[in-house]
Every structure is written in C-alpha cells, then in structure tokens.
C-alpha cells in the first residue's frame, strides 16, 4: 500500500477544513476551538500521522463542503475522505496546566495558550490599527473580534504559567504584538528578559517592525532567539489593499529592513519574514519566498482562511493545488539557500505548513536534498544537545 503523506495531509486540511461527525466530541477530548487574537487560526488542535500538528477550520462556511470528515468508530477517532476511511488521528490534549490558576488566582488559559506544541502569549493591548478613526486593521485579522477585557497579564503571571508549560516538555514560547507607534519592542523586552533569566525557553517575538533598528540589539541581548516580520503580501498594491495600517503607518521596506538587519545580527535561519500565500497571484508568493530566503531568513506561510467574522470572511480558501507549488517552492528555496529550518527541539506549529516540512512536496530526492538532509540532521542533534545542557545548567 501507497505509505501516506502526511504533510500534504496537513496542507489539504488547511484548505478544506473538516466537518465533525456527531460521534466526536473536540471539546471535551481535545483542547477548545482556538480563538486566536490575531491571524487565521480558528480551528481544532489535531494530531496527524508522523505527529504534525494541525489547527483545522471546522467553523467556516467553506469547512461544511469539506470532503474531510473526522469520526469516532470501535473508540477510535479517524479522518474519513468521501466516507471511506483515510487514517487514525488524535485530538491534541489540553495540558494540565490549562486547569491551574496564577497565584493571583487566574486562570493560567487567560495568559497564555498552546498553538501546537508552542507557547504563545499575546500579552500586550488589541493592535492599533483596530482602535483608529476609521479602522485599518489587516482585512483578515481576528484581533478586535477575538480581544478580551480582562487585565493584562502580567510579567510574574506569564513566568508561571512559562514554568507549568515548560514542565509539561514545552520548549518554545512565542511574545505576539499589534502595532503601538513605534513602542512595541520596549512593551515586549521585560517579558524576553523575564522568561531567559528564569525559565530558559527558546523566545520568539512577532511584532510590527521598528525604524529605530537599535531596539533590535536589546532584544538580542535581552536573550530573543527569533523574529517573525509578518509582511503578508509581496505584492505591493495588495499590501496596501489588504494591510492599511501597515502600508500607512510602516510601509512595506520597514519590513523588508528589520528583517535584514535582524538576519544580519543572527545569522541565518534565525528568523523568518511570515506571509499569507491564497490572496495574491501566485508568482508574488513564490517571489516573497525567493527574497526571503536570499536574505537568509525562512518563510513562514499561513494559508489564507477567511475567518469568521472578519472583512474578507466571504472570500473563497485557496486551492490545494496552488498551495503545494507555494510548499514546494518554499522547500526548494530553502534547500538551495541552505537556510537552516526545523532545528531546535519539539517546535511543531500547528497554523501553518513549517519549512521542515516542505521536504513533503519535494520531487524526487536528488544529490541536493541529500546534501540538505544531512546538513539538517547534524545541526539539529547540536542544537539538541546545547539545548538540554543548558537546561540542566539552569
Ligand atoms: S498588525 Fe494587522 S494582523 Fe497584526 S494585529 Fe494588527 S491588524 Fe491584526
């Protein structure tokens, strides 16, 4: 029998959703349907063959057409394609910290929440390209929908539950930041400087970019291993179609420059320029993942889904058959540009198609890939092997 591919699995299931047979109750076996403050996630935390995580749309309109179905049968949960049966899964857990309290007595979900297997926080007010007169949020964005009114959290509340994730094997967590005039980097630093002294995690930050590219270097030095420059588009006209706030406020070449500047302090594969692939033509995608990969840095690609609720809600989700040239493509510049992906440990994102996994959509696996994967393999066992000493040490 043909052996399945789970990533292309994954990528299908991106672009269709899933519908949820009455036998399968997600939300009291799994964890909750994420109502992530920004971006395109929305869906059920799930678990596929060779353990890839995927956040599946089971919410929109376009998921009810869906040729996926996920059904319980003899105890067992599994996908169904066209009612025949395609392969066991499981529904990502809840940690147990998802049930404790901060000392201040709040519930440890309010401050943080798991996005596959990392730990993610978006510990700062709804981004202000929502709260402007008129608004100019990103077109896709669930922000202002999704915002709670509870207090934020604060530094100590965000290192307990950073030590009740990272006693349950997490490894990564991940700041996220809407756009503050220019203040974002200093909001986000006592947090960076916080979970390094105390817990070691690997930190990521995600926030808009900054002109003063010095706000950069006390991050670095504040211990943030990752930046994440979420440009969207390529394409400039759909930048500013689609991203108002961003092309008024920042403009397109801020991205472009943080992300240089950033690659060039960290070295390569340190940080990644993150776009939607499904809204704009095609070549603009597999452009933006051309620059991106020159620069040194790897693509982080979402999927474009039209989440409920938001302005392009009623737009159509992108064909599968698009987005494995997106994936390919995204393998190929990366092996080419021996940009180093999937290296430090137990980092499986659950929203997008990671760069470690576009060896799913590879053609074939010639002297080059061969080159790569070995490459591949011997950083991460290094970087595996730091990394625990240095826990052990800490
Ligand atoms: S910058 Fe755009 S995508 Fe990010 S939170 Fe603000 S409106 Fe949403």
Not at 99 to 120: F, W
Not at 266 to 275: L, T
Not at 298 to 323: A, H, L, W
Request: proline share 6%; hydrophobic share 35%.
């Amino acid at each position: 029998m043909k052996k399945m591919n789970s990533g292309a699995l994954k990528l299908e299931l991106l672009c269709k959703g899933i519908r949820i047979d009455e036998s399968v109750q997600p939300e009291r076996e799994g964890r909750a349907l994420t109502k992530i403050r920004a971006g395109l996630g929305s869906g059920l935390e799930m678990i596929l063959p060779d353990d890839l995580y995927c956040n599946i749309p089971v919410v929109e309109s376009f998921a009810r057409r869906s040729p996926f179905t996920l059904v319980k049968r003899n105890g067992s949960l599994l996908i169904c394609r066209d009612e025949k049966e395609l392969c066991p899964v499981r529904l990502a857990q809840k940690p147990k910290w998802y049930d404790y309290k901060t000392s201040t007595g709040r519930p440890m979900p309010e401050v943080g929440s798991m996005q596959g297997t990392t730990l993610a926080f978006y510990p700062t007010e709804v981004c202000g390209f929502w709260r402007m007169e008129p608004r100019v949020n990103c077109r896709f964005c669930a922000t202002g929908i999704n915002v709670s009114d509870a207090a934020l959290p604060t530094v100590d509340e965000v290192m307990e539950v950073c030590r009740a994730a990272r006693d349950e094997g997490t490894t990564f967590c991940h700041f996220n930041a809407g756009f503050y005039a220019g203040r974002e980097l200093d909001l986000i630093k006592p947090f960076v400087e916080a979970v390094k002294r105390k817990t070691r995690l690997l930190v990521g930050v995600q926030a808009p970019p900054q002109k003063d590219l010095s706000k950069y270097d006390e991050l670095i030095d504040a211990g943030t291993d990752h930046f994440s420059f979420c440009y969207e588009f390529h394409n400039p006209k759909v930048f500013q179609d689609i991203c108002p706030g961003k092309d008024t406020h920042l403009g397109q070449k801020a991205f472009f420059d943080a992300m240089e500047y950033t690659t060039s302090k960290m070295g390569k594969g340190r940080n990644s320029g993150e776009i939607i692939a499904g809204i704009e033509p095609l070549e603009d995608t597999l452009s933006a993942i051309d620059y991106i990969t020159a620069v040194g840095a790897f693509p982080t690609i979402c999927v474009f889904r039209p989440v409920q609720g938001t302005d392009m809600d009623k737009y159509p989700s992108p064909t599968y058959e698009d987005m494995v040239l997106v994936y390919r493509h995204m393998y190929e510049a990366c092996r080419d540009n021996s940009i180093p992906t999937g290296i430090a440990p137990n980092i499986k994102t659950s929203l997008v198609v990671l760069p470690y996994e576009g060896r799913y959509f590879r053609r074939g696996f010639g002297v080059s890939d061969a080159v790569y994967s070995v490459k591949l393999g011997i950083m991460r066992a290094a970087f595996r092997t730091y990394y625990r000493s240095r826990l052990i040490l800490g």
